[in-house]
């Protein structure tokens, strides 16, 4: 019983994911767009210090998360705040 939840859950998860855009991204990739996200909910931006102290990304690497967030604004899912200097926002193009 606990098995078929759990399937039935992941399925869930992956169709979510793929309808933000996400399946493209590592798991590490999608831990940290998430934390930032999250952060972005109840900030305005998601401060580089906060993001590498958030529950999603608690058990990364620090170099990991940053190779993380390097790929996420490339791919143009995240941006650099303008205002400042270390925080970051969903970018437009990820909404």
């Excluded at 019983?1 to 992941?10: D, G």
């Excluded at 620090?62 to 970018?91: H, M, P, V």
């Amino acid at each position: 019983m606990a098995h078929e939840a759990l399937i039935s859950f992941k399925l869930l998860l992956q169709k979510m994911e793929n309808d933000l855009g996400l399946s493209d991204l590592s798991d590490v990739e999608t831990k940290v767009f998430l934390a930032i996200s999250d952060l972005c909910n109840q900030f305005e931006t998601a401060k580089t210090q906060a993001v590498l102290q958030h529950e999603l990304v608690a058990s990364i690497g620090r170099a990991t998360i940053f190779r993380a967030i390097k790929k996420l604004e490339d791919r143009d899912k995240i941006a650099k705040s303008q205002d400042q200097y270390g925080a970051y926002s969903i970018a437009h193009s990820a909404m």
